[in-house]
Nanobody, 112 residues
Framework: VQLQASGGGLVQAGGSLRLSCAAS????????MAWFRQAPGKQRELVAS???????YYPDFVKGRFTIARDNAKNTADLQMNNLKPEDTAVYYC???????WGQGTLVTVSS
């Protein structure tokens, strides 16, 4: 299975973007799908994850603004990002971390 991330771009602070992660094969058996991000000079960090049972996790710095959803029929795991802030600027990666599968990353730039 390969993961393809898309949907990044330039948005003003307060705006929204929806990132999409499309898998080349079935994600039904993948327990955890997740989105990470890496800003310049910083370590990669988790921004959202979702299990097969649709249990989600968000760190405090995105809680209430980001929403992850998976569609096992379409083999996608999308990330809706609202009320974006300049500090959300980063390359965003979708992943199936337990399977060590990573997408190529999509750049999100939030201007102030």
């Amino acid at each position: 299975v390969q993961l393809q991330a898309s949907g990044g771009g330039l948005v003003q602070a307060g705006g929204s973007l929806r990132l999409s992660c499309a898998a080349s094969g079935s994600i039904f058996s993948i327990n955890v799908m997740a989105w990470f991000r890496q800003a310049p000079g910083k370590q990669r960090e988790l921004v959202a994850s979702i299990t097969r049972a649709n249990i989600t996790y968000y760190p405090d710095f995105v809680k209430g603004r980001f929403t992850i959803a998976r569609d096992n029929a379409k083999n996608t795991a999308d990330l809706q990002m609202n009320n974006l802030k300049p500090e959300d600027t980063a390359v965003y990666y979708c992943a199936a971390p337990l399977e060590r599968l990573w997408g190529q990353g999509t750049l999100v730039t939030v201007s102030s």
